[in-house]
């Protein structure tokens, strides 16, 4: 089984801080993604990386950054929290045409 | 204009009932389609890809009609553990995922 972990379930964050989230999968996958799931938005792509050290923008970059030092770990970065990044955050690898998705992130900016 | 775009619901269906979601995409040129189911407080995992052909797997079907440009999933003889969100999911170009924000179905005993 394709397993995708993420370091945190629930984690609350003060307005300013820098916040990591780390992602790692075990299943040797090029293709690693983090979106963001608000309730009747669904879920958007804010960062990709189809190879280490490599990344590319999604849909909504604007107040993260990303990083892809080793094949298996994808981590996400809010350079400086705020309210409105208050959200589900989650990991996914992928492989040909399916996505699979680490246990999510419940990030709470306070 | 959204890649994707479902009815939310909420689907409040009595257990045994049969229920349709449906979608639409926008871009004519997507090739690859599915559907995922998403548990409360949980992460989405791939229910079942949807063909042109159509596809069945056990209580639950799903047809893919291009010329209308949506996608559907029928759910028959519905159980309890089918509550959940049902995504649309759809490749679009540039081979990025496309995801529609969800129905929530609760199947009622």
């Known amino acids: 089984d394709v397993k995708v972990t993420q370091s945190s379930r629930y984690l609350v964050k003060r307005t300013g801080e820098k916040v990591f989230l780390e992602c790692v999968q075990d299943?040797?996958?090029?293709?690693m993604f983090w979106y963001r799931q608000d309730p009747g938005l669904g879920l958007r792509l804010i960062y990709f990386?189809?190879?280490?050290?490599?990344?590319e923008k999604g849909d909504i970059p604007e107040g993260y950054s990303v990083s892809r030092e080793k094949k298996e770990r994808f981590s996400l970065i809010l350079e400086s929290a705020s309210t409105n990044q208050t959200s589900m955050y989650l990991c996914?690898?992928?492989?040909?045409?399916?996505?699979?998705f680490g246990q999510g992130t419940r990030l709470t900016v306070v | 204009r959204k890649e994707v775009e479902q009815d939310p619901g909420p689907f409040n269906v009595p257990e045994g009932a049969t229920v349709a979601f449906n979608c639409t995409y926008s871009?004519?040129?997507?090739?690859?389609f599915f559907w995922y189911r998403q548990d409360c407080r949980k992460e989405p995992k791939l229910l079942m890809s949807?063909?042109?052909s159509g596809n069945e797997d056990g209580r639950f079907t799903a047809q893919l009609n291009r010329a209308s440009q949506y996608i559907s999933l029928l759910i028959r003889d519905s159980k309890l553990s089918d509550s959940a969100t049902y995504l649309c999911v759809v490749i679009g170009t540039g081979n990025q995922f496309y995801f529609g924000t969800g129905t929530s179905l609760t199947v009622i005993p």
């Open positions: 996914a690898s992928r492989v040909g045409t399916e996505a699979f």
């Open positions: 871009n004519s040129a997507s090739q690859s």
């Open positions: 949807v063909y042109s």
């Open positions: 990386s189809y190879d280490v050290k490599m990344k």
């Open positions: 299943m040797d996958h090029e293709n």
